[in-house]
């Protein structure tokens, strides 16, 4: 007798049950033929007992196209209906389960350009009739749980859900739910607790939710989170939060310090073996090989990675609360000199100095240079960071040349500044120049300048850098002026700011500078760039009006390069070529007959706007969120 039992062939591999589950929902019912497939109650059942694959599920909904999702609506919207439902039941673990598979779910919805964004992402969710209702249980369950559920796990699996919806449907008005009903105080409360208690939470997260909220169409309405964060005055979870924050500068910049460690290697057999090409014989040999510069360019294109998120946050915060900038510059770090702020310059200047390789590089590196000038505005600040008492530790990048010094010890946290901005001017330079990045770096070494002068403080410094690349760039400017001249904002921003620097040192530099040599280099410099001023000057300044900002301080420039061209031709006649010690000569004996007016306007800067930069931050948000976006599923 044939036995009943047949013998099924061996797959090729297993896979859980969740993801069967996944496939015959979202590809086996979605496209049968009869109409409102909709699951049993038995699917429901074990679907939400499962042990979740986030990534699994994202993976098979984001080959879909938008019109495949819009088709399938009716899965769709059972599945968001069904897991709400589930995660406010409070029966473990289907409740945690159900906030796992929603925010798997959640991003890879928002992973799609639907051709009616708002509309759309509605229809696929929920239905025009029903969003209103969800999306407000949704949001009320969030709150909730994150504010108070007894179990760690299942407030941080909350905690995702609600980024993956902020961060993904930030251009939706899905978001407004939050703005109605105000996570602030339970987020605060999640950070809190968490430290407090030593649980294995995810404050990073916390902390992204809060800037992400914090920018949701800012400049067209009232912020609830915007107002919260200029309210908020509880100092402990502040100085949890920069404490977290400067953890992430330290993640930021060890991946760069990974694909290539800049620091020189000790003197050693190993390092000698390696100098002299015979790696193989030292101990070294078992480690995987340096990436080869190719390979070194490709992961550096991919960093920072997507916690970088964290820098919009911090620019929120900074921005709008003055006591967040405080704690952040005047908290203590574990080490002896390593603080919270001399984390975040490292973080800033690994950032900037790879800020050309594309437009997320370049938005973190503004981002953080736009805290580091808010901060730098606030004169009580800009003592402590100019004051020889608080000298930290920073570790800058020297990943390409031309090489900052490389300074080990404890200094003033001022020239550490003054290195990130200078090195930022001499490794982004390219025809399609950033103009909003080069203009801040040199708007941040003019408020430490004019800070300095104001003081009184002559800051021991490498000051004949700064001068370098001042005048690099202004040569840089003259040599592809065609190409340049007609950038958004490359005159007023960037030129005027350059030339107003310079004019502003050449006028006051004895009340800052640490002695005469200081002085001199500056002087030298711009008696080589001569023919540069002239060019310089016909390629942007004769469109403007002669009174403006930007003429008067070339106009200046122009004045004391000419000045010691007449002096070293009247000593020397036509002689092209002085040595420097001839020319050092000159510069000393000219001070006498210098008269170089000290211009009201040289140094003056206004304190920042954010109107003034809408558009720009707008676009810099929208990188940071599509970060925080994908940050949930990690």
């Known amino acids: 007798m044939d036995s009943p039992l047949t013998q099924q062939l061996r797959p090729d591999s297993f896979e859980p049950k969740i993801v069967q589950l996944y496939l015959h929902l979202f590809n086996v019912l979605a496209n049968e033929d009869t109409e409102d ?26 080959p879909m196209t938008p019109f495949d999702l819009l088709h399938m609506h009716t899965q769709m919207q059972v599945f968001f209906k069904r897991a709400i439902a589930e995660a406010g039941s409070g029966i473990s673990p289907r409740n945690e389960n159900a906030l796992e598979n929603l925010t798997a779910f959640l991003c890879a919805v928002f992973n799609k350009k639907y051709p009616n964004p708002n509309t759309d992402v509605i229809q696929v969710l929920a239905g025009l009739d029903a969003v209103d209702k969800l999306m407000s249980d949704l949001v009320h369950g969030l ?21 993956s919806l902020v961060a993904g449907g930030f251009h939706t008005s899905l978001v407004s739910y939050f703005m109605h009903k105000d996570l602030f105080s339970a987020l605060m409360k999640y950070v809190h607790d968490i430290h407090d208690n030593h649980d294995d939470g995810d404050c990073l997260k916390a902390f992204v939710v809060v800037g992400v909220l914090s920018s949701y169409h800012k400049f067209e309405s009232q912020n609830v989170y915007q107002n919260r964060l200029e309210d908020f005055v509880n100092e402990e979870t502040i100085r949890i939060l920069v404490q977290q924050f400067a953890s992430v500068s330290v993640h930021i910049r060890d991946q760069y310090i990974d694909v290539q460690d800049d620091q ?13 090409g015979l790696r193989s014989l030292s101990t070294d040999a078992n480690k995987p090989p340096p990436p080869t510069e190719e390979e070194a360019k490709t992961l550096f294109a991919s960093l920072p990675r997507r916690d970088a998120s964290a820098i919009l ?19 203590h770090g574990e080490g002896h000199c390593v603080t919270p702020f001399s984390n975040f310059l490292s973080s800033t200047s690994y950032i900037s100095h ?31 960071i100019s004051s020889s008492e ?22 003033v946290p001022a020239t550490a500044i003054l290195d990130i901005c200078t090195d930022a001017l001499s490794h982004n330079l390219r025809k399609r120049l950033d103009v909003q990045l080069y203009s801040l770096a040199l708007s941040i070494i003019l408020r430490v300048v004019t800070y300095l002068e104001r003081s009184k403080i002559r800051l021991q410094h490498h000051w004949s850098y700064i001068w370098g690349s001042l005048l690099s760039l ?6 592809y002026a065609p190409d340049l001249k007609y950038l958004r904002g490359i005159r007023e921003g960037l030129c005027a700011t350059l030339t107003n620097l310079a004019a502003f040192c050449l006028s006051k530099g004895d009340g800052f500078l640490p002695d005469p040599a200081s002085y001199d280099d500056l002087f030298y410099k711009l008696i080589e760039a001569n023919d540069t001023l002239d060019k310089f000057k016909q390629a942007y300044c004769d469109m403007g009006s002669p009174s403006d900002a930007l003429n008067q301080s070339v106009k200046a420039l122009i004045s004391v390069s000419s000045h010691y061209h007449e002096l070293l031709k009247a000593q020397h006649g036509k002689k092209t070529h002085q040595s420097p010690t001839a020319i050092q000569k000159v510069i000393k004996e000219g001070y006498d007959t210098l008269n170089l007016e000290a211009d009201a306007d040289f140094g003056q800067w206004d304190k920042w706007r954010e109107n003034d930069w ?17 940050l949930a599923l990690s």
């Open 390 to 411: 608080n000298k930290m530790g920073v570790r800058l990048c020297r990943q390409r040349p031309p090489y900052l010094p490389l300074i080990t010890a404890a200094r």
């Open 614 to 630: 809408k558009a720009e931050l707008k676009r810099m948000i929208r990188v940071s969120v599509e970060d925080a976006r994908l």
């Open 37 to 62: 497939v909709i699951p049993s109650e038995g699917f429901w059942s074990e679907f939400f007992l499962l042990k979740p694959d986030k990534q699994r599920l994202y993976d098979i909904l984001e």
């Open 313 to 331: 946050s911090l620019y929120s915060f900074t921005q709008a609360n003055k006591l967040f900038a405080a704690n952040l510059l005047n908290a």
């Open 264 to 276: 020189p290697p000790p003197w050693n057999i190993n390092s000698t073996l390696v100098m002299v």
């Open 474 to 479: 202004m040569k840089f400017l003259t040599q």
């Open 143 to 163: 709150e909730g749980i994150i504010r108070q559920s007894a179990k760690q796990s299942f407030r941080t699996k909350a905690l995702d859900t609600v980024l």
């Open 354 to 384: 790879h800020a050309h390789r594309g437009e997320r590089q370049a938005t973190y590196a503004i981002l953080s240079l736009l805290s580091l000038r808010i901060i730098i505005e606030d004169p009580l600040l800009s003592k402590r």
